[in-house]
C-alpha cells in the first residue's frame, strides 16, 4: 500500500522543548515538502529536499530544522525557538521538484501545553 | 514571486446545484494549476489539474478552466453531493513551489 505516512497524528509541546515530526513516503518520489497550516488559512512552505542530503528554506523556516538522509524520510523539529508551533503539519512528496504534482500525508497536529 | 488569490472564502449550495470557485495568479510563468480537496482533520487530496497548454479538463462532475491571458482558473463541480462538503485549495506552481490559496469552505446542503 503505497502512499505517505506521518506521526504521530497528535504531539504535545511543552515550553522550551524540541519535538519531531516523522514523515516517510515509499513512493520512490526524490522531493519531499513540509507545510504549516493554521486556521482557515492557505498552506505555507517550511523546508523542501529535492534529493537526498540536500534541502532548502521555504517561505517560513525560522524555529524549525530538518534532515534528509534517506531518500523515503524527511523528518522536521520544531526547535523552542518556534514562538507559536501551534498548527497543522503536512508533509508531501513528488517525483521531482520541477512541476510536478505533490501528493500529501495525513498530517500532524501539534499542541502546545 | 507568486500571489495567488481565491474566491469566495465560503460557498453554500442546495445539493444537486452547480459551485464555482475562483483564483487568480500573478505570475505569468506559473505553468501547472492543481486544486485540492482537504475534508477534516486530513490532508489535502489532489482532484483535477490543468498545465498551462490546456484551456479545460474535466473528470465526471468536476472541471477546471485556465485563460492565460487574464491569469486566472476555476474550479467547477456540478450536481453537487452531500460528501463534496469540505474546504477547496488552489495553487500554482513555479520552479517546483506551490503557492496555495486561502482555500473555499464548501456546504452542500441535502
Known amino acids: 500500500d503505497g502512499g505517505i505516512t506521518q506521526s504521530p497524528k497528535y504531539l504535545f509541546r511543552k515550553e522550551g522543548q524540541n519535538v519531531t515530526l516523522s514523515c516517510e513516503q515509499n513512493l520512490n518520489h526524490d522531493a519531499m515538502y513540509w507545510y504549516r497550516q493554521d486556521p482557515g488559512q492557505g498552506l505555507r512552505l517550511i523546508y523542501y529536499?529535492?534529493?537526498?542530503?540536500?534541502?532548502q528554506k521555504g517561505d517560513i523556516a525560522e524555529g524549525y530544522s530538518v534532515s534528509r538522509e534517506k531518500k523515503e524520510s524527511f523528518p522536521l523539529t520544531v526547535t523552542s525557538a518556534q514562538k507559536n508551533p501551534t498548527a497543522f503539519y503536512l508533509c508531501?512528496?513528488?517525483?521531482?521538484?520541477?512541476?510536478?504534482?505533490?501528493?500529501f500525508g495525513p498530517g500532524t497536529r501539534l499542541l502546545v501545553l | 514571486g507568486e500571489n495567488v488569490e481565491q474566491h469566495p472564502s465560503t460557498l453554500s449550495v442546495q445539493e444537486g446545484d452547480s459551485a464555482v470557485i475562483k483564483c487568480t495568479y500573478s505570475?505569468?510563468?506559473?505553468?501547472?494549476f492543481p486544486w485540492y480537496k482537504q475534508e477534516l482533520g486530513k490532508g489535502p487530496q489532489l482532484i483535477i489539474d490543468?498545465?498551462?497548454?490546456?484551456g479545460e479538463k474535466k473528470d465526471q462532475r468536476i472541471a477546471v478552466t485556465l485563460n492565460k491571458t487574464a491569469k486566472h482558473f476555476s474550479l467547477h463541480i456540478t450536481e453537487t453531493q452531500p460528501e463534496d462538503s469540505a474546504v477547496y485549495f488552489c495553487?500554482?506552481?513555479?520552479?517546483?513551489?506551490?503557492?496555495f490559496g486561502q482555500g473555499t469552505e464548501l456546504s452542500v446542503k441535502p
Open positions: 508531501a512528496s513528488s517525483i521531482r521538484l520541477l512541476g510536478e504534482t505533490q501528493y
Open positions: 529536499s529535492q534529493i537526498v542530503n540536500d534541502f
Open positions: 495553487a500554482a506552481i513555479k520552479r517546483g513551489k506551490l503557492i
Open positions: 505570475d505569468s510563468a506559473s505553468n501547472y
Open positions: 490543468i498545465r498551462s497548454n490546456v
